[in-house]
């Protein structure tokens, strides 16, 4: 073949090539997990707005919904969405009534899959689910945010049941009851903490922290449910895994609290190869106690909240390479994430907390922003909202307060907090709690009571 031909070739591939990736990055990554994507809370797509009017960013469309703080997951234009019905009323004692008479049935837990283009429901599937509310009262509804792969939706329930969906008629492809295989409780921690950890996506596995006397995470094959590794014990529950790639290597990451050390190499925050449950990497945050936020991974560095609700926020370099420690670059006592993400992104930190006790307890609740790599605050200002959410992208940062405000600042700025824009995005004004999801420049948010499916695009 001719030399010119060849280049000729090589120029139309090479303009194919940049033309998907140009389309990739102005359509944007579905929203298929819990945190998104990469698991890291960002998610970059189309120029979004800079400036929003005074009632906020437009709203395409609203459904009703039930219970749960699970937030939407999204894959090929459905949105999955897992909630339960209302929690009842405590009964009234009634003269003559017969002691032994069974209790009434409690709430179902429901998955749905929805149209992103109009809030239709496309399927639902409902199962009976008996656990009771957690002894704080919080834990209702559904908690665990579904993984979207492929032509599947893989939800956890609370009361153990891991279910795997097609995406598009909701029959149920596969289904491990994991309370009944493995206990999934350990020293009086209650199911529905371990049932509230969402899923990982790694691949063509999922990964779930089950926490029993035998087993910490185990690995299930996407196309049938069975297992292909599992780890050792951790001794508790943890929050929700975090995700990195090392190479191309898919690596998943546990915070568990309470940890053997002497099974992990004296580690508490430990890197497993996603692929075969290997320990590539192991750090020491020092922690004694369960730590909400989830540890997240991005620009080569991993953050994480020390335990308990008291910090401190420690950033580790993550080895390139298996076998090694992961180092902590730096620490911070005085600002730390309690309730919700961090966010690395542009080279800085971004999170939200308070201390839950100690001296530092008057500090108060602090929204703030430092250098990723030398842990140097660039600022940080007073917040009144102990739950939030942390979206990046666009170079913007976005707020979910658990107030149904939705705010956005400049990722860029570090001189001060800049707030581009806030405004109410739904009626209920406490406890907004679930995680929202950005794909293709919509922001989908959910409540105890609706979906809303907003436009943050720049028009």
């Not at 401190?312 to 992961?326: D, Y």
Request: hydrophobic content about 40%; aromatic content about 8%.
């Amino acid at each position: 073949m001719p030399c010119t031909t060849m280049k000729t070739i090589a120029a139309v591939v090479a303009a194919l090539g940049a033309l998907q990736m140009l389309a990739a990055e102005e359509g944007g990554a579905d929203w298929n997990q819990f945190l998104g994507p990469n698991r890291n809370g960002i998610n970059e797509g189309p120029k979004l707005a800079k400036v929003w009017g005074p009632d906020g960013p437009p709203v395409l469309w609203k459904t009703p919904c039930q219970t749960g703080f699970a937030g939407p997951s999204i894959k090929d234009g459905v949105l999955i969405l897992v909630e339960r019905g209302p929690r009842p009323k405590a009964p009234v004692a009634k003269t003559g009534a017969d002691p032994a008479a069974p209790a009434p049935k409690l709430p179902e837990e429901t998955v749905r899959g929805i149209d992103i283009k109009n809030g239709t429901e496309l399927w639902k599937a409902t199962f009976p689910c008996e656990v009771k509310a957690e002894p704080h009262g919080y834990y209702w509804g559904s908690c665990a945010t579904p993984v979207t792969v492929k032509d599947r939706a893989i939800c956890q329930f609370l009361d153990g049941h891991l279910r795997c969906f097609d995406l598009k008629t909701g029959k149920v492809l596969w289904e491990r009851d994991l309370a009944a295989e493995f206990g999934m409780t350990l020293k009086g921690a209650e199911p529905t903490f371990q049932a509230c950890s969402s899923p990982l996506l790694a691949g063509d596995q999922v990964v779930v922290m089950v926490c029993t006397d035998t087993l910490g995470l185990l690995s299930l094959n996407v196309a049938d449910g069975k297992e292909v590794w599992r780890t050792p014990s951790f001794g508790n529950y943890g929050s929700s895994l975090g995700f990195m790639k090392m190479g191309e290597t898919n690596v998943a990451i546990a915070v568990p609290s309470y940890v053997d050390r002497k099974l992990f190499k004296d580690g508490d925050v430990l890197g497993f190869n996603a692929l075969n449950g290997e320990l590539l990497w192991n750090g020491n945050a020092g922690k004694s106690y369960y730590n909400t936020p989830p540890p997240i991974a991005n620009e080569g560095l991993l953050a994480v909240e020390g335990g308990g609700g008291d910090g401190p926020t420690l950033l580790f370099s993550v080895p390139s390479g298996g076998g090694a420690k992961a180092d902590v670059l730096w620490k911070d006592e005085n600002h730390l994430a309690r309730w919700s993400n961090y966010l690395i992104y542009h080279g800085a930190v971004f999170g939200q907390g308070f201390h839950a006790h100690g001296p530092k307890k008057d500090i108060g609740i602090r929204l703030f922003c430092n250098d990723a790599k030398a842990g140097t605050n660039f600022w940080h200002t007073e917040a009144k909202e102990r739950h939030h959410s942390m979206i990046g992208s666009d170079n913007k940062v976005f707020q979910l307060h658990e107030t149904g405000e939705l705010s956005m600042f400049d990722a860029s700025v570090r001189d001060g907090y800049k707030e581009l824009g806030r405004a109410r995005v739904v009626a209920q004004k406490g406890n907004v709690w679930s995680f929202p999801a950005l794909a293709q420049g919509r922001l989908y948010v959910r409540t105890d009571s609706e979906l809303v499916c907003l436009d943050l695009t720049e028009k």
